[in-house]
């Protein structure tokens, strides 16, 4: 066999993934469920020690080491508990705290649990996403990319647990509240309950306004922080060649004055921002007293207490609902970088076996040109490259040296012609339509550039170090790729490079790039 095939048919990577509370919630859902659980049990026994007490404190006057504290509990739990002693009550009143405080530390624990999963999750399928992009939208895309990683998979992986779990908590109590206490609602005569409905409303569609308000701004503000981070990027990914070059002074401007624009647009924003948040709230906080003035005489407080408990869990909704701003624009931007279109490395084509001879790879008027650039690269451009031969590209930077490299390397496709892989045998290929790229790039190509993914030393140390590791690592590779990858090494190395370049040529195809 000249190839291997695939035995079965792979897992298409390249359809949109995206990311919203269905797909988390799918991705972890026993951890979700058995959160909610604790959640709901949390809600219930809350709300009975706040009943329980509610109760005593208003038959303060009447208790007596004597009577049935059973009376005091909830009435559901009377027809339990008829009857409870003092110290049944209070040994039962510490050992239901004590089980609140468990049952308070595992759910904080597993919502912490939660929200560092979905974040995680979400940086993952970021930079996933970022390896399958095309080259030309790697390079556009990279620095934004930053922000992100950094800053919207943090707040997806907070909000996404944070709101629902809030809101669902907020419900939850609300229910429990309205069960436990339906017969003091019942008590509220008509009016105060059509100005607590009217009052509601009045909240939702302030709340509403303003979300709208908030979610345009977060865009419009995260839009600019993009680009802050391509020149802060941008400046450190090259602080030693600024440095040499006498520019340290024009980056510290250039970021300084973006920086400061987008700390006044952040600021101009934040007094919609913080109504938001306030003004509802002031309104949940004056209901009852525009209902004291409404009822006068009529006003039953005591009846009042437990429904304002319910509008202050209904605040707590529509909190979830304000922050779902910041929520809603991280998620669009993740989408929105999710959908773009991915590399098509050819997954389903030929993988040339590593023992596979090449002879020869040629070019044949081939024409290419980077995304939105009219100037081509190469134009109608021919050549063939053989086996035991000495094949170097000599030329000024931008002529176009490294982009050959990359169309061999699969990386770019030609707008115009092919390259056509000669084997020994006499078969031959369509480099782009025929074989897997992914697998050629791994198996059968070697290539070695000026920059290298090493950190430690000087820029020839890191040189040699990788020369040393490809030639090494990769020797089985039949075409080996040099792209200006001997230029710091001193002369003692540069020697040794060249001897090791000779030896390769006698049986494999090389291509070097130099000035």
């Known amino acids: 066999m000249l190839w291997n095939t695939s035995k079965s048919i792979k897992k298409n990577l390249h359809n949109f993934q995206k990311i919203n509370f269905l797909i988390l919630y799918n991705k972890f859902k026993p951890k979700v469920i058995r959160h909610f659980l604790f959640s709901t049990i949390k ?35 009377r027809k339990i508990f008829i009857h409870l002693s003092f110290k049944q009550f209070i040994a039962g009143g510490l050992l239901i705290v004590t089980i609140y405080f468990f049952i308070i530390y595992f759910d904080t624990l597993w919502e912490e649990d939660l929200r560092i999963k979905g974040g ?62 339906w017969s003091k609602i019942m008590k509220m005569n008509k009016l105060e309950i059509f100005f607590s409905i009217s009052w509601l409303t009045l909240i939702n569609i302030t709340s509403y ?26 400046e450190r990914n090259n602080i030693n060649l600024i440095e040499s070059m006498g520019l340290d002074w024009q980056y510290k401007i250039k970021q300084e004055k973006i920086t400061k624009n987008n700390e006044d647009l952040a600021l101009s924003f934040n007094s919609t921002k913080s109504l938001s948040k306030s003004f509802p709230r002031l309104l949940a906080d004056t209901f009852p007293f525009i209902l004291l003035f409404i009822s006068g005489n009529n006003f039953i407080g005591k009846n009042l207490l437990v429904f304002w408990l319910v509008l202050d869990k209904l605040i707590e909704i529509l909190r979830c609902l304000w922050e779902y701003a910041d929520y809603s624009s991280s998620l669009s931007r993740v989408n929105s970088f999710l959908a773009l279109p991915e590399k098509n ?33 190469l134009k109608n451009y021919t050549r063939s490259f053989f086996m035991t031969e ?19 390397l699969g990386v770019i496709r030609p707008q115009e012609g092919r390259l056509i892989v000669k084997c020994k045998g006499g078969w031959t290929y369509n480099l782009h339509q025929d074989i897997n790229l992914q697998h050629w790039r791994e198996n059968n190509v070697a290539y070695v550039a ?10 020839g140390q890191r040189q040699w170090t990788n020369l040393q590791n490809t030639l090494s690592t990769k020797s089985e590779a039949q075409i080996f790729l040099f792209d200006e990858a001997s230029n710091a090494l001193d002369s003692e190395k540069k020697i040794w490079f060249q001897q090791n ?5 006698r049986d494999k195809l090389v291509i070097y790039v130099k000035h």
Do not use: C, M
């Open 43 to 77: 809600v219930i026994t809350s709300t009975l020690i706040v009943t329980t007490l509610s109760n005593l404190f208003k038959a303060k006057n009447k208790i007596t080491k004597e009577i049935n504290f059973g009376k005091l509990l909830p009435k559901p739990l």
């Open 120 to 181: 995680h999750y979400t940086k993952s399928l970021i930079l996933d996403k970022f390896r399958r992009l095309p080259f030309e939208e790697r390079q556009i895309k990279k620095d934004g990319t930053n922000n992100l990683i950094e800053r919207d998979s943090s707040e997806i992986g907070y909000f996404w647990e944070h709101l629902l779990n809030h809101t669902f908590h907020s419900l939850t109590n609300i229910i429990a509240l309205l069960f436990f206490n």
């Open 209 to 234: 306004i303003f979300t709208k308000k908030v979610l345009f701004n977060e865009k419009k503000y995260k839009k600019r922080l993009d680009r802050e981070w391509v020149i802060i990027n941008q």
């Open 345 to 377: 490395d050819n997954p389903s084509g030929l993988k040339l076996d590593k023992n596979l001879i090449i002879e020869a790879v040629h070019y044949q008027n081939v024409s290419f040109r980077y995304q939105e650039k009219k100037e081509w690269i």
């Open 390 to 408: 000495s094949n170097h590209l000599i030329g000024e930077n931008g002529t176009g040296k490294s982009t050959i490299l990359y169309l061999l």
């Open 450 to 459: 000026h920059e290298t993914l090493l950190e430690a030393g000087s820029t």
């Open 501 to 505: 370049l000779a030896r390769l040529v």
